[in-house]
């Protein structure tokens, strides 16, 4: 159900893929509405990946992450990759410390980086490599030439 009080996050078509950007503030019902709305432009659209970019969020607690996270497990459940970009050092510190869950999140520094990781198909990569494919280019080749 839509309440016209609660601030909606754009969804916004790029690249083939889906970019949400999150409010610097996180009111009551944001994350709930924020589920519901890109669970059905998921689902209306063939996508490649989705996007999240927390860069403006200065907060979060442990019950905004699990609901993020709950979101995020839905969505990819839909057939997209998705990927977390954004993260501020203060709120991953702040998660880190409450003892956040960050298990299988896949994150990058920005949403030209998350995109490039969404939508580059590696040369040379053989079945079971998809840790390598999550991997910017600079970083797959500095972590090749090491072997």
Not at 23 to 40: H, I
Not at 43 to 67: C, H, N, P, W, Y
Not at 87 to 100: D, E, F, M
């Amino acid at each position: 159900m839509f309440d016209s009080s609660i601030p909606r996050v754009p969804l916004q078509r790029t690249q083939g893929c889906l970019l949400g950007t999150l409010p610097r503030e996180l009111v009551p019902g944001t994350l709930e509405q924020f589920e519901l709305d890109l669970l059905a432009k998921v689902r209306q659209s063939a996508l490649a990946g989705v996007v999240i970019d927390l860069s403006a969020l200065e907060l979060m607690d442990l019950t905004e992450f699990a609901k993020l996270r709950r979101s995020l497990r839905m969505t990819g459940m839909l057939g997209p990759k998705v990927i977390v970009v954004g993260l501020r050092p203060g709120v991953v510190a702040g998660l880190v410390a409450l003892g956040a869950d960050a298990a299988g999140l896949r994150t990058a520094l920005n949403v030209e980086l998350g995109l490039e990781a969404l939508l580059q198909k590696p040369a040379g990569t053989t079945a079971g490599s998809d840790e390598s494919a999550s991997l910017p280019d600079v970083l797959r080749r500095a972590l090749a030439g090491a072997r």
